[in-house]
């Protein structure tokens, strides 16, 4: 005999195993299916093997999605401290890194392990490594084909994930699913990604690559506008670093970057205001200011002379040095794409599932939860948030 189960959750990640752990503590029957031979690698991995697993400060402001009020209901009945209370039960040892990113003290493992032994409380069955070829439905029944035969469920949450690092195992399975089942996309694209320029458009900033300094980034207008002040990096092929990770999901192709490389000071001000006492010449000027190579960079950028005494300067070049740093405007021609991004922007639209339960309008019992749905958190342990919340939204619901 088939043996049929209230819940199969596909994909076994963050929110697959915490959607599933919530489900059944509950008493329901779960199955948890995933195609890779390695658990939750996308967790593995974060925060350099540490794990960022959630953000003190997570809110809605936190959060991009064509309906910025969505995430609101899962955020407010799932918060960073219900997490932590669960990380306390397991006496996992975590630390704040910078602007209430919290970290594991010892391994992301803490965090997989964790989370199987509440899977485990739950009584859950595991299929995997398990690849799901296609889902149906029959009925009140969703059919699942696996390569390890047919499962039936009442209720399929898909917790696949996005397009992000596909050397870990990232698909398109969940859009697909969603696709199949007339549900709207928002198109998917690479967030919290390097950006890159032209290669001849860059090669007078190559000897830059590897400084890294705090700015001050921003792109768009309106409400469409991101602004952060993070550190930046130049690399081989364009600019890196928190600072642009940030600005990415932001940034539009075809709209610059405004980047402020010295935040703390108003250039143009601070030396025209100082040519009577500042004795220096600007190439000292600047290298008290900026990394080396950078401020001669600037400089050389400028068709200045570094011995040149500040005293001497007209206030138009000054100006002209102001907003070289201060307002300097350039424009990415792309990005280093999934590969390398860190979350997927878009997916499943947000107007086809309930903010209470995370289940298809259209369709009852599908639900979609994690980075397949259209909500993208900021860098910083708001993805593992939105994680959590989503998942436990539907696990409470199914």
């Known amino acids: 005999m088939q043996k049929q189960y209230d819940v199969a959750v596909i994909g076994a990640g963050a929110a697959g195993m915490m959607c599933a752990a919530v489900a059944g503590q509950r008493g329901k029957k779960v199955i948890l299916i995933d195609h890779a031979s390695k658990l939750a690698e996308k967790i593995r991995i974060s925060g350099g093997g540490r794990c960022n697993f959630t953000n003190i400060n997570a809110g809605p402001q936190n959060f991009l999605s064509q309906n910025p009020h969505f ?14 209370s669960l990380m306390k039960r397991y006496r996992i040892g975590y630390h704040e890194k910078h602007k209430g990113q919290l970290f594991c003290d010892d391994s992301s493992e803490q965090i997989i392990d964790m989370l199987k032994a509440e899977c485990g409380l739950g009584n859950v069955e595991w299929r995997m490594p398990c690849s799901v070829a296609s889902i149906g439905k029959s009925g009140e029944a969703f059919r699942i084909d696996t390569d390890a035969g047919e499962i039936l469920a009442s209720n399929v949450v898909i917790a696949t994930g996005g397009l992000s690092i596909p050397k870990i195992g990232a698909t ?6 969603a696709r199949q089942f007339g549900l709207r996309m928002v198109e998917p694209q690479p967030g919290l990604v390097p950006l890159t320029f032209d290669s001849a458009a860059w090669q007078p900033f190559l000897p830059l690559a590897g400084i890294a300094l705090p700015v001050e980034v921003e792109t768009g207008d309106k409400k469409a506008r991101g602004e952060f002040r993070e550190d930046l990096l130049f690399t081989h092929r364009g600019l890196s670093g928190p600072a642009i990770l940030q600005i990415s999901s932001f940034w539009k192709l075809g709209t610059p970057l405004r980047l402020n490389l010295l935040p703390e000071i108003d250039v143009a001000e ?3 205001d100082g040519k009577t006492t500042i004795k220096k010449n600007i190439g000292n000027v600047f290298a008290q200011w900026l990394p080396t190579r950078l401020a001669h960079g600037i400089i050389e950028a400028n068709k200045l002379d570094p011995a040149a005494r500040v005293a001497d300067m007209p206030d138009r070049q000054l100006r002209s040095l102001g907003d070289a740093i201060n307002r300097w405007s350039i424009q990415p021609s792309g990005s280093e794409g999934y590969r390398k991004a860190e979350v997927t922007l878009g997916g499943v639209d947000t107007k086809e599932l309930s903010q209470q339960s995370m289940m298809s309008n259209q369709v009852p019992g599908l639900y979609f939860v994690g980075e397949a749905v259209d909500v993208t958190g900021w860098l910083g342990g708001y993805n593992f948030q939105w994680a959590w919340a989503s998942a436990t939204a539907a696990g409470l619901s199914v």
Do not use: G, M, N
């Open 172 to 177: 398109d399975f969940a859009y697909r699913i």
């Open 270 to 272: 601070t030396l025209i």
């Open 71 to 84: 995430c609101k209901s899962a955020l407010s009945r799932y918060t960073p401290q219900d997490f932590l």
